[in-house]
């Protein structure tokens, strides 16, 4: 978040309240820079696990350099949002790893966890002395997520890999776009997102089968294999149907009407589902459809470009408000385009635990996108959710904490 003098290392400490949430009681050490693996360790702190992260000394992770960069309230440096966005409830403790000290720091943190993330390329934890013999040597329930950009193994594994081009290899840019001759990127770094949140379940189903093995082991995923694995319908129409996708714009490839439709006033997004919820639509909107025709979804897709017509001409004296109300009335699935600003205002938004009010060191006061789950008492439906949440940290803001924490327990009993 900020590297400035400004902004000293030796802060004083946070202490880290109990946790709260399904992973309390458990130990992540993370290793991790960037994105992916950063976002799988803030989904285990979000689920209550005390997440420390080992960044090296100096600059960090390199995403706190990455902007926007926000001023901090007394003048001095800079917090990077980006970092902000994926290192909420961590400690941050600066390692120099290729040092004895960092090395055996190091150590004595995997000593104590019970699950370790790391993002390095293929060989690299090998060459700092932790490789999967030492790790087992170490602790042997020692879960271990490990991220890469196209595998461990297999004729390019090792290969380096950020997240636009992940998404150009895997095949999602050929998907996303206006038409074929216009293949995007999605708005979001969605193949480092996809592979934590993979990492993430893959680690909490380690974390399971420890229960009933005491033994740990090494979860690896890709942003290769991230990606491809929500493929979904579009990777069968390849492998089963035979037909190589491409970029459709903003309607179905399969289903219609589903898509965007403009109005008086703006667009809006209509998705019928089924045939009984066209027949609903056209009366939603006094379509003229001649009896008989486009009655099936199949119909639909083959003429789409007549529906988009048929549906945007009813909607051109109609203004988002009023195409909202008429599909709600007929229950029919829509919605606005809202930016950034409308998602966070949006009550909806708010009432779903999606903002959380963290004190942030060097901006103060700060809202922060929340996590996406919820957790509720089956008997008496009482939230349990973990409510109270901490701001990123600064840079080895907690590691005189930590150092004190290592010197006074035993592995064996943490």
């Given at each position: 978040?900020t590297?400035?003098?400004?902004?000293?290392?030796?802060?004083?400490?946070?202490?880290?309240?109990?946790?709260?949430?399904?992973?309390?009681?458990t130990?992540?050490?993370?290793?991790?820079?960037?994105?992916?693996?950063?976002?799988?360790?803030?989904?285990?702190?979000?689920?209550?696990?005390?997440?420390?992260?080992?960044?090296?000394?100096?600059?960090?992770?390199?995403?706190?350099t990455?902007?926007?960069?926000?001023?901090?309230?007394?003048g001095?440096?800079?917090?990077?949002?980006?970092?902000?966005a994926?290192n909420r409830?961590?400690?941050?403790?600066?390692?120099?790893?290729?040092?004895?000290?960092?090395?055996?720091?190091?150590?004595?943190?995997i000593?104590?966890?019970?699950?370790?993330?790391?993002?390095?390329?293929t060989g690299?934890?090998?060459?700092?002395?932790?490789?999967?013999?030492?790790?087992?040597?170490?602790?042997?329930?020692?879960?271990v997520l490990?991220?890469?950009?196209?595998?461990?193994?297999?004729?390019?594994?090792?290969?380096?890999?950020?997240?636009q081009?992940?998404?150009g290899?895997?095949?999602?840019?050929?998907?996303?776009?206006?038409?074929?001759?216009d293949?995007?990127?999605?708005?979001?770094?969605?193949?480092d997102?996809?592979?934590?949140?993979?990492?993430?379940?893959?680690?909490?189903?380690?974390?399971?089968e420890?229960q009933?093995?005491?033994?740990?082991?090494?979860?690896?995923?890709?942003?290769?294999?991230?990606?491809v694995?929500?493929?979904?319908?579009?990777?069968?129409?390849?492998?089963?149907?035979g037909q190589?996708?491409?970029?459709?714009?903003?309607?179905h490839?399969?289903?219609?009407?589903?898509?965007?439709?403009?109005?008086?006033?703006?667009?809006?997004?209509?998705?019928?589902?089924n045939?009984r919820q066209?027949q609903?639509?056209?009366?939603?909107?006094?379509?003229?459809?001649?009896e008989?025709e486009?009655?099936?979804?199949?119909?639909?897709?083959?003429?789409?470009?007549?529906?988009i017509?048929?549906?945007?001409?009813?909607?051109a004296?109609?203004?988002?408000?009023?195409?909202?109300?008429?599909?709600?009335?007929?229950?029919?699935?829509?919605?606005?385009?809202?930016?950034?600003?409308?998602v966070?205002?949006?009550?909806?938004?708010?009432?779903?635990?999606?903002?959380?009010?963290?004190?942030?060191?060097?901006?103060?006061?700060?809202q922060?996108?929340?996590?996406?789950?919820?957790?509720?008492?089956?008997?008496?439906?009482?939230?349990?959710?973990?409510?109270?949440?901490?701001?990123?940290?600064?840079?080895?803001?907690?590691?005189?904490?930590?150092?004190?924490?290592?010197?006074?327990t035993?592995?064996t009993?943490?």
């Open positions: 978040m590297t400035s003098p400004g902004h000293p290392a030796d802060t004083a400490p946070r202490h880290t309240p109990p946790g709260r949430g399904p992973l309390a009681g130990l992540v050490v993370d290793l991790s820079r960037a994105l992916a693996g950063p976002h799988a360790a803030m989904m285990m702190a979000d689920l209550g696990a005390r997440v420390i992260k080992v960044e090296s000394p100096g600059q960090g992770d390199e995403s706190r990455w902007g926007p960069l926000v001023p901090n309230t007394d001095e440096g800079s917090t990077s949002a980006y970092f902000l994926c409830n961590k400690e941050s403790i600066a390692l120099d790893l290729k040092s004895d000290d960092g090395r055996a720091t190091l150590t004595a943190l000593e104590r966890a019970d699950v370790l993330v790391e993002n390095f390329r690299v934890l090998d060459r700092l002395g932790f490789d999967a013999d030492r790790l087992a040597e170490l602790n042997p329930a020692l879960i490990s991220i890469t950009g196209f595998g461990h193994d297999g004729p390019e594994g090792g290969r380096a890999g950020y997240d081009i992940a998404q290899e895997a095949g999602l840019m050929s998907i996303t776009g206006s038409g074929p001759q293949p995007q990127r999605v708005g979001v770094a969605i193949s997102l996809l592979a934590g949140m993979h990492g993430a379940y893959g680690v909490l189903a380690a974390l399971l420890r009933r093995t005491g033994r740990g082991q090494i979860v690896r995923t890709s942003l290769l294999a991230s990606a694995g929500v493929h979904a319908f579009q990777g069968t129409r390849w492998t089963v149907a190589v996708p491409e970029p459709f714009g903003n309607h490839p399969s289903i219609a009407p589903y898509g965007l439709f403009h109005c008086q006033d703006g667009a809006v997004q209509i998705a019928c589902g045939d066209w609903s639509l056209c009366a939603a909107l006094a379509l003229s459809v001649p008989g486009l009655a099936t979804n199949t119909d639909r897709v083959q003429r789409r470009g007549e529906v017509t048929l549906i945007e001409d009813a909607l004296a109609l203004d988002i408000a009023e195409v909202l109300t008429l599909m709600n009335e007929a229950g029919i699935a829509a919605g606005r385009v809202r930016d950034m600003q409308e966070y205002d949006w009550e909806q938004t708010r009432s779903q635990g999606l903002l959380i009010d963290v004190e942030h060191p060097g901006l103060g006061d700060i922060l996108p929340g996590p996406p789950l919820r957790y509720f008492e089956l008997e008496g439906s009482g939230e349990v959710t973990r409510t109270g949440h901490q701001a990123p940290p600064l840079l080895d803001q907690d590691g005189a904490a930590i150092r004190a924490w290592l010197a006074s035993d592995p009993s943490s």
